[in-house]
């Protein structure tokens, strides 16, 4: 088991958008779940993460900060979710990495819900949601950010 904490990440922290399904982002939001599991995750340290709510959501919602980045079987994921609060049974775990003899568990801290969702669609030209990740430069998330601020019309 390998874990990386904030005190490894260079600064500034670089972003990702995440796709992350709306049951488990709502356990999120209210912070029932302080881990998201992944079953390939980045080389390069992700220090936030910008979450985009599947389907029939289809938004960017908030962003959370990553407090830490842990590699390992199935079984020591399960302990850490218990541990830390997963979120998820430990038959999803289990399914969820079947075939795998690693994944990883990214420990959530700090969550901002945006108060305007923003349509990904409005932004980025042929948009698709990424599969597990996709790092955002800079200016994109500058972008939600100001999209999420700008009061309803």
């Known amino acids: 088991m390998i874990t990386h904490t904030r005190s490894l990440f260079p600064t500034p922290p670089n972003v990702a958008l995440i796709s992350i399904r709306p049951n488990f ?36 919602v908030a962003t959370v900060d990553v407090v830490g980045v842990t590699k390992g079987s199935p ?51 042929n948009f698709i949601p990424p599969q597990s990740f996709k790092y955002l430069h800079l200016e994109d998330y500058n972008m939600i950010i100001d999209k999420s601020l700008k009061r309803r019309a």
């Open 25 to 60: 982002v709502e356990k999120i939001l209210a912070g029932e779940k302080r881990l998201e599991f992944r079953r390939n995750w980045a080389v390069k340290p992700v220090g936030i993460l910008v979450i985009y709510s599947t389907a029939p959501i289809k938004r960017i």
């Open 75 to 125: 079984t020591a994921l399960w302990e850490i979710a218990q541990e830390k609060g997963g979120g998820v049974t430990r038959k999803l775990i289990y399914d969820y990495f079947t075939g795998k003899k690693n994944g990883y568990a990214i420990e959530i801290g700090n969550v901002f819900e945006f108060d305007l969702h923003v349509d990904p669609k409005k932004l980025f030209r």
